[in-house]
Each structure stands twice: as structure tokens, then as C-alpha cells.
């Protein structure tokens, strides 16, 4: 439940940001998971709905998650194929000679304060 | 810190003594374009009564703040030459048998230390201890895995030798660990032949994010069904560059091998100590005229 922690560091931003940008609230937050990344949408979403509540910035803030899809480079097709997940074969080729090129990241795109 | 993309390492730098002097800026400039003006609201401009909502675009990695203590660390252990290994696996794959075999091994032929990583208990660590190596227990409570931080704790309190070998093991759960950086040159994914050699594809993000696939307990192939092709198959179905190796920590199949690598990790670690090291040297000559 790693989530937690990830969750956990996104509200720790959520307060940097109104520290740095004096902002009282967040309305929404905009986040961006990779489908390629290590966490699981539906668990963030519970998780940031239980930690949301103990900051006052973060308590009213209502999460949308962005799913970017996963995208890698076949070597053996010298191309970008999309990939749904890891351990899948190029769907050109059936091959696994590849290197994720996108997708793996998780991050914070936009908020929405007040 | 950079509140933007989370770099940059004041909290952490400052919490330990040390005496280098490599300048703690890094490779690029701060405008992130961030201003907030009250006429950027959804509105666009400020009307007395009116909400002011207003986007801010941050772009921020949600790994960022561990991995900016990660680099920390990297760099801490990079100065003093010591080569860490993050030695990640499910539960009983047989991590601190192969831990103990390896510092039995190499005892007296240079300095090893040892990070325990387990929710609760210091048995662990104590096995570790028993062979005669440093080690220290995190214990994480209710947290499934290590981060940056835990570890720079460690750090603080083992202070493991100049060009020595850091075997940091981590939590068993082949899940969590793996979206964590701690500052390691390499995970290494242990994974015992009792369990299913479809594990690299069940589990890919952490057969994904390690280097190396450590296969133990092969002395028990014989009374079992794992098939060995199969499973380097399926983790490079997942990681086409993991290197794999094939041992038994309990009757000693393979340990020369891994025994093999661990020592060139470290001699490379120590060569790059010595490239920053004649870097300094070099610098200090300079400045002499």
C-alpha cells in the first residue's frame, strides 16, 4: 500500500504550493499516473480521500487522475509502440526487445485553488 | 528546496557533518514560470464576490521530494566509495541467508555493513550481527517498504567504511520497493525457486527496476517443477537487460559468482572515488597557482 506514502507527498505538496503561491485551498487536483507507473488509481483515490482531510489546504479538494498511456520503443521493430503493460510483447512484432519511453511517470500536471 | 520540481537537498545535507566542498548548486535554472496573478482566475479578472479560482500549472513528480534525497544519498556514497546494493524480494526468498553467506565470505577482506529493512523485530539485524558485520534495524512500522529518508538515517547512525560494500535489505514485498530510489547503484530482485517462476511477470515493476535477478535456492531444483528458462524468459520478457544468476546461499552453488560481482561493483565504486577524489586534488592544486 505504497500509495499511502504516495498520497501522503502529494498533500506535502499541495502545502508547499499554498506556502509558496498563498493560495487557502485547493478545489481540484490534476494527476497525471502513467500506466506503466507503480501505482494503482483506484487506491490513490481512497487513500487521498482519507489524508485530504487532515490538511486544511487539502481537505475539500476533490482528485482527478489522468491516465497516460503507456508508450515504448521496440528495437527490433525501430519503432514507438504503445504497451498497456509491462511483460506485454510489441503488438507489431510480438517481440519483447523494449524499452519503455513513456507512461512510467506519476506527477501532480495542475491545481485548481482558491 | 525547489517547490516546483521538488530538487535540491538543504533539509538533508545539513543534518550530517562533512567535509567536502562540491558546490550544491545543480544543472538548471529555477523559472518555472509560476507567477500567480489575481486577474488569472477562471474569471479572468478580479470581481469583488466572484470565486477566484485559478489554475496553477505545477508539473511536479509525485517521487520527487525521495528522489532528491536519494541523489543525496547516491552522492554521500559516491564520495566515500561505498558500493550499496538494494537487495529487494517477497517474503522468505531467502535475502538474509544470502546476506549472512556473503558477509561470512568476504569477512576480513574489506569492510561490509548491513541495513535491515523489516516492519517489526531486530532478528534480522542480529543474524547479521551474529557473522560479525555492522548492521542496524529500520523497523517501518506499518510502512511497506524503505525510502531515501529511512536510509540517510542509516546512514548517520552505521557510518559505514570508506570503499566498502552496503547491503541495504529491503522490506519483503515485491510491490512497493520498487518506486523507491533509495541512492543504491543497483536493486537486486531475489527470487527462490519454491515460488512461481512467473513471478517477474506478476510482479513486473520490480523485475523492471532491477538490475540484477538473484535465483536462489537452486539446490532444491531437483524436488521441484520451476522451470529455471522459463522464468529468465518471463524477466526479460519484462527488463531485456537483467543480468541473472543462479545460486544457493545454503550450499554455496553459484556464491563465487555473485561473490564475483559484488567485488567489481566495488572496485568500480572505489575508481570513481578516486576520478572525484584527483578532480579535487587537481582543483586545490589550481587554486594554489
Known amino acids: 500500500m505504497h500509495e499511502m506514502s504516495l498520497t501522503e507527498g502529494v498533500v506535502r505538496i499541495l502545502e508547499e504550493q499554498a506556502a509558496t503561491h498563498g493560495f487557502a485551498k485547493v478545489k481540484t487536483v490534476w494527476l497525471e ?31 482527478e487522475i489522468v491516465t497516460i498511456p503507456g ?5 527490433d521493430c525501430a519503432d514507438t509502440v504503445p504497451l498497456s503493460k509491462r511483460g506485454d510483447g510489441c503488438p507489431k512484432c510480438g517481440g519483447w526487445a523494449l524499452q519503455v519511453t513513456g507512461g512510467g511517470d506519476m506527477r501532480i500536471k495542475e491545481l485548481e485553488v482558491e | ?55 496553477i500549472q505545477i508539473e511536479q513528480d509525485i517521487l520527487g521530494h525521495n528522489k532528491s534525497l536519494a ?70 512500522g506499518k510502512g511497506c517498504h524503505l525510502d531515501a529518508h529511512m536510509v540517510a538515517t542509516a546512514f548517520e547512525r552505521l557510518k559505514p567504511a570508506e570503499d566498502s560494500v552496503l547491503f541495504i535489505e529491503n522490506v519483503g514485498n515485491l510491490v512497493c520497493p520498487a518506486a523507491f530510489d533509495l541512492g543504491e ?42 522451470d529455471v528458462a522459463r522464468c529468465i524468459e518471463f524477466a526479460r520478457r519484462v527488463n531485456p537487460d537483467i543480468v541473472v544468476l543462479q545460486v544457493s546461499a545454503r550450499s554455496g552453488q553459484g556464491m563465487d559468482e555473485w561473490l564475483a560481482w559484488v567485488n567489481e561493483g566495488r572496485r568500480r565504486a572505489i575508481a570513481e572515488r578516486i576520478k572525484l577524489l584527483e578532480a579535487k586534488l587537481a582543483t586545490a592544486k589550481a587554486n594554489l597557482g
Not at chain 1, 71 to 75: T, V
Not at chain 2, 75 to 88: M, S, T
Not at chain 2, 112 to 117: F, H, K, S, W
Open chain 2, 185 to 226: 547503484a543497483y536493486k537486486v530482485a531475489i527470487l527462490s525457486v519454491t515460488e512461481g517462476e512467473d513471478k517477474p511477470l506478476k510482479y513486473p515493476d520490480m523485475f523492471a527496476a532491477a538490475s540484477m535477478m538473484v535465483l536462489n535456492k537452486v539446490d532444491l531444483l531437483p524436488y521441484l517443477d520451476f
Open chain 1, 33 to 63: 499516473i502513467g500506466e506503466l507507473s507503480q501505482v494503482d488509481p483506484e487506491s490513490m483515490l481512497f487513500c487521498f480521500d482519507a489524508i485530504a482531510r487532515g490538511s486544511n489546504v487539502a481537505a475539500e479538494a476533490k482528485l
Open chain 1, 71 to 75: 508508450q515504448a520503443y521496440c528495437l
Open chain 2, 1 to 55: 528546496m525547489c517547490t516546483v520540481c521538488g530538487c535540491g537537498n538543504a533539509q538533508v545535507e545539513h543534518t550530517h557533518d562533512h567535509d567536502h566542498d562540491h558546490p550544491h548548486d545543480h544543472g538548471h535554472d529555477h523559472h518555472h514560470g509560476e507567477d500567480v496573478h489575481f486577474g488569472k482566475g477562471i474569471a479572468g479578472i478580479h470581481v469583488p464576490g466572484l470565486s477566484q479560482s485559478r489554475i
Open chain 2, 71 to 140: 541523489d543525496v544519498n547516491r552522492a554521500w556514497l559516491a564520495e566515500r566509495g561505498i558500493f550499496a546494493l538494494n537487495l529487494v524480494s517477497s517474503p522468505g526468498s531467502g535475502k538474509t541467508t544470502l546476506l549472512c553467506k556473503t558477509v561470512e565470505a568476504l569477512a576480513g577482506r574489506y569492510p561490509l555493513a548491513v541495513i535491515e529493512g523489516d516492519q517489526q523485530t531486530s532478528n534480522d539485524a542480529d543474524r547479521i550481527r551474529a557473522t560479525g558485520a555492522p548492521a542496524i534495524q529500520i523497523n517501518t
